[in-house]
């Protein structure tokens, strides 16, 4: 398995409140993700880092903050969530472009904000 | 990035084959097929990928359409560990950080 991991793996909070989630790999790769899953859909992209220092947004990033500042960490904030934020989040990574490599996904945080 | 259309869910029995169907009619030349799936409770797994050829691996089969239009992942001898959401995904070949669109997938039953 990829060295990928999520924390926390749960959370409750309340509406306004700030949230940072975090995810650290092992595999040094280049790029990391995160995503959203809401129940009866499929992942919808957030946010995504191509190095360190270098993030780009995806299709719902509003809302949400991203930080890359070491090549294995890559956190996700809401900075005052709100109750549509309630989801559970997915960190992914992937090697380096050439060849095809494949997104590793870690285990989710499942977030309710309350 | 294009469209793909896939069942809702899908049921098949312990031990036999399952032939799960993607179309994609708006498919362009270079664009790969790739089917990820999700157990219960997890992220989503890497199954498979390919462009114009069929391909095998040790998951899985995938079978490509030779107008490239639809693929059909194919499970050989499907054990209850195959229940999962299974998502087919069209990707350009750019470099880069190569990001999926998911659908909604297929919710893949398998019976005892």
């Known amino acids: 398995d990829a060295g990928i991991t999520q924390s926390p793996r749960h959370k409750v909070t309340e509406t306004g409140t700030p949230v940072t989630l975090r995810c650290h790999q092992t595999e040094n790769h280049r790029y990391m993700y995160w995503y959203r899953q809401d129940p009866g859909h499929g992942l919808r992209l957030i946010h995504y880092s191509y190095g360190v220092k270098d993030t780009d947004k995806g299709e719902v990033s509003d809302g949400y903050s991203v930080s890359r500042s070491k090549t294995e960490d890559f956190l996700l904030t809401l900075e005052s969530a709100t109750s549509s934020q309630t989801s559970v989040y997915f960190c992914?990574?992937?090697?380096?472009?050439?060849?095809?490599?494949?997104?590793?996904f870690g285990p989710g945080t499942r977030l309710t904000v309350l | 990035d294009a469209k793909t259309t896939q069942p809702n869910s899908m049921e098949s029995n312990e031990e036999e084959p399952v032939h799960l169907p993607c179309n994609h009619s708006?498919?362009?030349?270079?664009?790969?097929i790739h089917w990820y799936r999700q157990l219960p409770s997890q992220g989503p797994e890497y199954v498979i990928h390919?462009?114009?050829s069929n391909v095998n691996n040790r998951m899985a089969s995938l079978a490509i359409a030779e107008d490239r239009k639809s693929s059909t992942l194919i499970l050989h001898r499907a054990t209850l560990r195959d229940a999962a959401v299974y998502y087919c995904i069209l990707r350009e070949p750019q470099q880069g950080a190569q990001k999926l669109v998911f659908g909604q997938g297929t919710r893949l039953t398998i019976n005892p």
């Open positions: 992914a990574i992937k090697g380096p472009s050439g060849t095809y490599n494949e997104q590793f």
């Open positions: 390919g462009l114009t």
């Open positions: 708006t498919i362009s030349g270079t664009d790969y």
